[in-house]
């Protein structure tokens, strides 16, 4: 009782069965380091597991966004009288992934949701330049929404950013020159 099952390897990962006499003293060692002062942890130790879970593509986005800032977003939503009763066509449309040059564009989306799994991409309200939305907005992902969307659709502008801790990770992870 108590004791852990031996790693399994699956996909090349460890997998482990936990107790929880095990997560609790993995728990209290955090704790016992955090009180250490003169434990120093250089990196946030997450960073080296997150490289483990990300596509090729993903680097280049992360890139891609570390170099270049907020990138535009859209939702296209129905337009209704007072905005009562809008439905949401699509949402959280972007051409970041092609714009950093993916090889597999098909599974942009996937990587866009990977990415802020792991917190190191978010979807925000705040807009960015307007000028910038107008490349985005002829995009064929965002004119089929428009389309489906039916007469007089809505636009709502958003944007995609790195959160703090994506910006710190791709300051760390990778060799970024402005």
Do not use: W
């Amino acid at each position: 009782m108590g004791q852990s099952q031996p790693a399994i390897p699956v996909n090349g990962s460890l997998i482990r069965s936990v107790s929880a006499d095990d997560l609790r003293r993995r728990g209290d060692a955090l704790l016992a380091r955090s009180a250490d002062v003169y434990f120093t942890e250089n990196v946030h130790p997450a960073y080296d597991r997150i490289l483990d879970q990300l596509a090729p593509d993903e680097a280049r986005i992360l890139r891609y966004m570390a170099l270049n800032g907020p990138q535009p977003s859209v939702d296209v939503r129905t337009n209704r009288p007072l905005g009562i009763g809008s439905e949401l066509v699509s949402g959280d449309l972007t051409s970041v992934p092609e714009q950093s040059g993916v090889r597999y564009p098909d599974r942009s989306r996937l990587y866009l949701i990977n990415l802020n799994r792991l917190g190191l991409l978010a979807n925000s309200d705040d807009p960015v330049v307007l000028s910038r939305y107008m490349v985005l907005e002829v995009q064929p992902l965002v004119e089929a929404a428009l389309k489906k969307a039916g007469r007089a659709p809505k636009i709502v502008r958003k944007s995609l950013r790195l959160t703090e801790f994506g910006e710190d990770f791709c300051q760390t992870c990778f060799s970024i020159s402005s």
